[in-house]
């Protein structure tokens, strides 16, 4: 709904231009404000979540409840399987949100007119990550990961651990402080909600937990895990990571780890170095937290929790080690920065709406 303030421009509309681009809701938007600029505008955003009813859907779906600014469209049970009402509610709305596995994204989006030029698409699975022709979902990429959000139709949903490798190394490989053939590893520790409906059946069954499931139990050791090619893609680097994820026994968290050997770098740095470098880069990010180098006082035990920043979308980034070998970590919530507050975050910028909005720092 808009309101008029009578001191309008008599400016022709056809000069008010959209400084971030042709997305046309950033472009009604600005031309509204050019010309009552005393006057907030209050819109509202038809959504519809395809497969809200997974961990990531639901918990989408928590963060969009009870916001002004979103009309949640919905699909009765009875009809869910219905390809005519899905189409209806894909075409009808302004974002979408894809839920699903990769199959069944890659259907979903194919039941989208091709004449429809409003309806843009967040689409969670991994289907679309390194595709050419989506944007990825990953605003602190670099400086202009912002702009290409906004003015994108298509976004794919970073992965959760992609998420915290990606926010660890391509910093570093694209000013050339690691190089592009630098033998990356990393390990991941994940909380159980990461796998899905299916493992959180597992780990909170009635029954009491198998003795493979008490302890943290690495997985997907024949090393082609489905996040490994985004994480080389939007990482720079000319090789796969050797990655190794581990699922414990709590339900969410993530803490990614990455080594590294200054010997094998171009030229020496230190941790101090390496953590000066990363303060400038995510310097002003909402969401990115660069932890002070003596993190002594954020350990518990001497240990580093994966589940600090639980129920929020912050990634908090450390910085260890000595002149021989350092260790950079992310840690952030898998189901939050590692997905459903990613998704929220993207789907803000996208609409024009304050990034920030309806997400936990």
């Avoid at 990429?141 to 702009?147: E, M, S």
């Avoid at 990393?186 to 009491?208: D, F, H, N, Q």
């Avoid at 770098?265 to 660069?290: M, N, Q, R």
């Amino acid at each position: 709904m808009y309101g008029l303030n009578a001191n309008s421009s008599n400016e022709k509309w056809s000069d008010a231009i959209d400084p971030r681009g042709e997305n046309p809701v950033h472009a009604l938007q600005y031309a509204l404000s050019h010309f009552f600029p005393v006057l907030e505008i209050a819109m509202t955003y038809k959504v519809f979540i395809d497969g809200r009813h997974g961990t990531t859907g639901l918990k989408i779906d928590e963060r969009l409840v009870g916001r002004p600014d979103i009309e949640l469209l919905d699909i009765p049970e009875a009809a869910r399987k219905d390809p005519a009402r899905k189409r209806e509610c894909l075409n009808a709305a302004d974002l979408v949100f894809l839920c699903l596995p990769d199959a069944a994204a890659k259907e979903a989006v194919a039941l989208i007119r091709p004449d429809n030029a409003r309806t843009r698409v967040l689409d969670a699975s991994t289907a679309h990550r390194t595709h050419p022709d989506w944007v990825y979902g990953l605003p602190e990429l670099d400086g202009g990961q912002r702009q290409r959000l906004q003015n994108a139709r298509r976004v794919a949903v970073p992965g959760c651990h992609a998420t915290g490798f990606i926010l660890l190394t391509h910093p570093l490989v694209a000013a050339g402080i690691v190089p592009t053939d630098y033998p990356a590893s990393a390990c991941s520790v994940t909380g159980y909600t990461g796998g899905g409906k299916a493992l959180i059946a597992r780990y909170e069954a009635p029954t009491p937990l198998p003795p493979s499931l008490q302890s943290p139990c690495a997985y997907a050791l024949g090393l082609t895990h489905k996040h490994l090619p985004e994480m080389q893609r939007m990482s720079g680097l000319a090789h796969p990571p050797l990655f190794v994820p581990i699922v414990g026994n709590f339900a969410q968290g993530m803490l990614v780890s990455i080594p590294i050997f200054p010997r094998l770098l171009p030229k020496p740095f230190t941790p101090a170095d390496l953590h000066a470098f990363y303060s400038e880069y995510y310097a002003g990010e909402p969401f990115i937290k660069v932890m002070p180098l003596d993190a002594s006082r954020f350990l518990e035990n001497d240990c580093l929790p994966a589940t600090t920043c639980n129920d929020t979308n912050r990634a908090e980034i450390f910085v260890f080690g000595h002149a021989g070998q350092i260790l950079i970590a992310a840690r952030f919530d898998n189901l939050g920065k590692g997905a459903s507050g990613a998704a929220v975050q993207c789907m803000n910028l996208l609409l024009g709406v304050e990034e920030t909005t309806g997400l936990a720092t």
